[in-house]
């Protein structure tokens, strides 16, 4: 992946840096921009570890289109997968290089959204008895869906927002209004709530680990960073492997993007700096 970086970066037929504002220039730029896309389709394909497992037949005529006719709305893009499947590590990835590029992204967890249920867990102990009573905390119902539209809905059109911030200490408390958010021009929005309202996105992308990984890494992060004993973290797990078929599987084949959660993040970085010097790599 660096070759072709620093090939595009060397190239001396640079295109000229185009009018947006004009349709006639999106257009050009679009047929670049799916070349490019090919180009890094192809490239990684033949990669020892391919980031991308698959690529929904319409995404790249429908996404150009998006770009063509509706120029001025940020762009959001939705990250899903199952627990441990790594979408929260490949978005501190694209958090990191954010930073490191200056690229206009923001990032949106959908966990924060999760309904305050600090009552329900005052009434049964815990969030384990919650659980165990029946409490499906993953479903749409588990969720503050209304809010988290509302708000996409806000950042996409160009206002910035604040929102809501889930406490993961046990207590089940949602703080309203809590997490500022700029509208920058890409929205990364992250978690398995972005499963249930998937239609707001301009890019689905889902994460897939296999599942012996994604338990792997499941039990070692609830033992040693939750502090919860492994009869309890096994059984979470149990949880965790049912509601993924209810609410996850039906939903991975209408996402545009597959990407392997396995895949080295070195590599991953480097396909993000393509991206970032394809889209502003033109002459003055």
Same mark, same amino acid.
């Given at each position: %992946?660096?070759?072709?970086?620093?090939?595009?970066?060397?190239?001396?037929?640079?295109?000229?840096? /185009?009018?947006?504002?004009?349709?006639?220039?999106?257009?050009?730029? *679009?047929?670049?921009?799916?070349?490019?896309? @090919?180009?890094?389709?192809?490239?990684?394909?033949?990669?020892?570890?391919?980031?991308?497992?698959?690529?929904?037949? !319409?995404?790249?005529?429908?996404?150009?289109?998006?770009?063509?006719?509706?120029?001025?709305?940020?762009?959001?893009?939705?990250?899903?997968?199952?627990? +441990?499947?790594?979408?929260?590590?490949?978005?501190?990835?694209?958090?990191?290089?954010?930073?490191?590029?200056? =690229?206009?992204?923001?990032?949106?967890?959908?966990?924060?959204? &999760?309904?305050?249920?600090?009552?329900?867990?005052?009434?049964?102990?815990?969030?384990?008895? #919650?659980? !165990?009573?029946?409490?499906?905390?993953?479903?749409?119902?588990?969720?503050?869906?209304?809010?988290?539209?509302? $708000?996409?809905?806000?950042?996409? %059109?160009?206002?910035?927002? #604040?929102?809501?911030?889930?406490?993961?200490?046990?207590?089940?408390?949602?703080?309203?209004?809590?997490?500022?958010?700029?509208?920058?021009?890409?929205? *990364?929005?992250?978690?398995?709530? +972005?499963?249930?309202?998937? !239609?707001? &996105?301009?890019?689905?992308?889902?994460?897939?680990? $296999?599942?012996?990984? @994604?338990?792997?890494?499941? /039990?070692?992060?609830?033992?040693?960073?939750?502090?919860?004993? /492994?009869?309890?973290? /096994?059984?979470?797990? +149990?949880?965790?492997?049912?509601?993924?078929?209810?609410?996850?599987?039906?939903?991975?084949? +209408?996402?545009?993007?597959? =990407?392997?959660?396995?895949?080295?993040?070195?590599?991953?970085?480097?396909? #993000?700096?393509?991206?970032?010097?394809?889209?502003?790599?033109? @002459?003055?």
């Amino acid at each position: %992946m660096k070759i072709l970086i620093d090939k595009e970066i060397n190239n001396n037929n640079k295109f000229l840096k /185009l009018d947006m504002s004009q349709k006639s220039s999106r257009e050009l730029y *679009v047929v670049y921009l799916q070349a490019k896309f @090919r180009q890094l389709l192809e490239h990684d394909k033949l990669s020892s570890s391919p980031v991308i497992k698959k690529v929904k037949s !319409d995404f790249i005529q429908r996404f150009s289109q998006r770009l063509i006719n509706n120029p001025n709305k940020k762009i959001l893009i939705g990250i899903s997968g199952a627990s +441990a499947s790594g979408k929260s590590t490949i978005c501190n990835t694209i958090h990191l290089v954010s930073d490191k590029l200056n =690229l206009p992204i923001s990032i949106v967890s959908t966990d924060n959204y &999760f309904k305050d249920i600090s009552e329900l867990i005052k009434k049964y102990g815990n969030f384990d008895n #919650l659980r !165990d009573n029946g409490y499906d905390i993953d479903s749409p119902e588990g969720f503050q869906l209304e809010v988290l539209k509302k $708000d996409l809905e806000d950042i996409s %059109m160009g206002n910035d927002i #604040l929102s809501p911030k889930y406490l993961p200490n046990g207590t089940g408390v949602s703080v309203p209004k809590a997490i500022p958010v700029q509208s920058k021009k890409i929205i *990364v929005v992250e978690g398995t709530a +972005a499963l249930y309202i998937k !239609d707001l &996105f301009d890019i689905n992308i889902f994460i897939e680990t $296999d599942e012996d990984k @994604r338990k792997e890494r499941f /039990l070692s992060r609830a033992v040693t960073e939750r502090n919860q004993d /492994l009869e309890n973290a /096994l059984k979470h797990w +149990a949880y965790i492997i049912e509601a993924g078929k209810k609410y996850i599987n039906p939903s991975i084949s +209408a996402t545009d993007l597959i =990407l392997d959660g396995n895949s080295d993040l070195e590599y991953f970085t480097q396909i #993000l700096e393509y991206i970032h010097t394809i889209t502003n790599n033109f @002459r003055d």
